[in-house]
């Protein structure tokens, strides 16, 4: 697994101050017009934005930001590969789609998903790794899986 958040492509980015905690890999949508939080409704269209490591300081992709900190963000394109969070007690195989969870975590897109009828526009990507995340202790311990943007 790469140790950085844009495995193929080249996202838009930009900056936002930092609503919570973020860590990169999130998937992100807008708090206000000049900040940024994870993505809160699981199931629901979400833009393909995620959260990137803050190369600028040196931090790793792992280091979480702090609120109200500048944080760099990546707008991601169809094609595009991000190394994104997995959600906690997904299972995760190569092919899968994924939506959000609601935590800014990705889980697996299924017919009986929350949001699955009503927002057919909901899947993010297709993860190109698989990841056992089943366990409660977190089985994969970087919780992390590439997933292709559609």
Known sequence: MANQIVIKGTPIKVEYAASGTPTPGHLLEMASATTAKVHASAGQPAEKFF???DELQGRAYTTAYTAATQMQCG?????????ALIANGETIAVGDELESNGNGELRK???????????????VGVSL???DMSDSSAADPSGRCRVRIL
């Open 109 to 123: 897109y299924t017919t009986d998903s929350a949001g699955a009828v009503e927002y057919p526009n909901s899947l």
């Open 129 to 131: 790794d698989a990841v």
């Open 51 to 53: 959260a990137l490591e």
């Open 75 to 83: 707008h991601f394109r169809p094609g595009d590969v991000v190394n």
